[in-house]
């Protein structure tokens, strides 16, 4: 028997060191599943207890929602304008390079790309100088290639949302600004609108083209005849979105009904919510500090994926994805085990498991996700304690999928896997 000196040593020691272990584990961020019909508690639980599988697997150690919410206090923001405006800044930096070599014909299907993607982007983002940058880019474009009638349209877009923008000399020919100041005579010279922004309770935060102008109930005057760009929230997260046609003359009023959180409206295709996916992961990750995230959730009718990403190498690890018949949180929890095994002891995606493909997720459906970047009063996210409540599931097609005890699924691993609210009232005076 060892000395009482030796094993006094050693018990002091042992509990050091295995706390020494449990903290040198690579470090995954749990933030929630994407299914739609999960209420807000139903979200939490299913967080939680993917916390806790995580936890049992012994080889990674989960940050909670209520982790992730410390770690990306006061960048919620900055998140969201990365992962929504970063596809079209990306397509606008690519077409600045032609531009510059003299090819503007190249640049102009880039950029239509980018006005397209960045306008889509609008009701999640607070920031409108990229599109703004876009569309003064086209106008150039056009100009160089004799269409000054489309040159004057994108200028156009650029004055109704922002008629107190000028062209700086230094950066701008006197030719271009002359035509810039030509349409923004003719924009103005069509007659002024307004807008009154009312909600329910008072105080919400309004966006106008990407501009904060104050809160609700306000009425913004002067605004260009054309299409405008609406964004309001409170500060529990809860959003409405909207484009409002101003007509000269005329008040418009936006009644914001600030019901849901929304991250963002989900794309129609399964190529555009693959890549709302990968942005949004990509962002998130590049803030919270983690080694990995988990993502996951309904990719398409009856059917379940799981997937790493991996903060450090920016790398998608391969998709699981399975035919869900029973309780789809106790099939993410029974695949957790496969997924965990695809990691390093680094915190990376084994080299054999990394994929280009992302899981088409509806950036819509996760409202744990969505409580951590739109409520800035969060707190105490996992209010919910996985025992003590039943489990939830999954509405898919016509039927209700009940648990029924041990999982049955057919698992594919795989690195295929398939990719407003608001009324608006118009009042003529």
């Not at 390079?97 to 014909?105: E, G, K, Q």
């Not at 004799?146 to 877009?157: C, Q, R, V, Y």
């Not at 008629?163 to 230094?170: F, S």
């Not at 020919?173 to 007659?191: A, K, N, T, W, Y």
Request: proline letters at 6%.
């Amino acid at each position: 028997m060892l000395p009482l000196a030796l094993r006094t040593i050693l018990l002091a020691i042992l509990p050091a060191t295995s706390i020494s272990h449990a903290a040198s584990l690579p470090e995954i961020a749990v933030v929630g599943l994407h299914f739609s019909g999960q209420d807000e508690e139903q979200a939490r639980k299913t967080a939680a207890a993917l916390v806790d599988t995580l936890a049992e697997s012994g080889k990674l150690a989960p940050l909670s929602p209520d982790g992730v919410a410390a770690r990306i206090r006061g960048r919620e923001e900055l998140i969201l304008n990365e992962a929504f405006l970063g596809p079209g800044k990306e397509l606008l930096n690519k077409a600045r390079v032609l531009y510059d070599r003299a090819l503007p014909d190249q640049a102009i299907p880039l950029l239509d790309r980018a006005v397209s993607s960045l306008e889509s982007s609008m009701p999640s983002t607070t920031d409108s100088r990229i599109l703004m940058d876009t569309l003064i880019l086209k106008a150039l474009c056009h100009q160089a290639m004799g269409e000054t009638d489309l040159a004057k349209e994108s200028f156009g877009m650029v004055v109704t949302m922002d008629p107190a923008l000028q062209l700086n000399p230094i950066n701008y020919s006197p030719s271009i600004i002359d035509l810039f100041l030509q349409v923004h005579s003719e924009v103005m010279g069509r007659g002024l609108g307004a807008i009154e922004i009312t909600t329910a309770t008072p105080g919400a935060t309004v966006f106008l083209d990407g501009r904060r102008v104050g809160e609700s109930p306000t009425t913004v005057t002067g605004l260009p005849a054309g299409p405008h760009f609406c964004l309001v929230f409170n500060e529990d997260g809860y959003r409405s979105h909207g484009t409002i046609d101003v007509e000269p003359g005329a008040r418009t009023t936006f009644k914001a009904e600030l019901t849901e959180r929304i991250v963002t409206e989900p794309a129609d295709s399964v190529r555009g919510r693959s890549q709302q996916t990968r942005d949004l992961y990509t962002s998130l990750g590049e803030h919270v500090q983690a080694d990995l995230v988990l993502l996951g959730g309904a990719v398409e009718d009856g059917q379940l994926g799981l997937q790493l990403y991996a903060t450090r190498t920016n790398t998608f690890s391969k998709s699981m994805t399975t035919v869900i018949e029973g309780d789809p949180l106790a099939i993410a929890q029974d695949l957790m085990p496969v997924l965990v095994n695809f990691t390093t002891s680094t915190g990376d995606i084994r080299s054999d498991r990394v994929s280009a493909k992302v899981l088409p997720l509806y950036a819509d459906s996760n409202p744990v996700l969505a409580e951590l970047l739109l409520n800035q009063n969060k707190s105490g996210l996992l209010v919910a304690d996985e025992n003590n409540g039943s489990r939830w599931y999954l509405w898919t097609g016509a039927a209700l999928v009940a648990a029924i005890g041990a999982t049955a699924a057919t698992l594919a691993l795989t690195s295929e896997a398939p990719v407003n609210s608001g009324t608006i009232i118009f009042n003529m005076p």
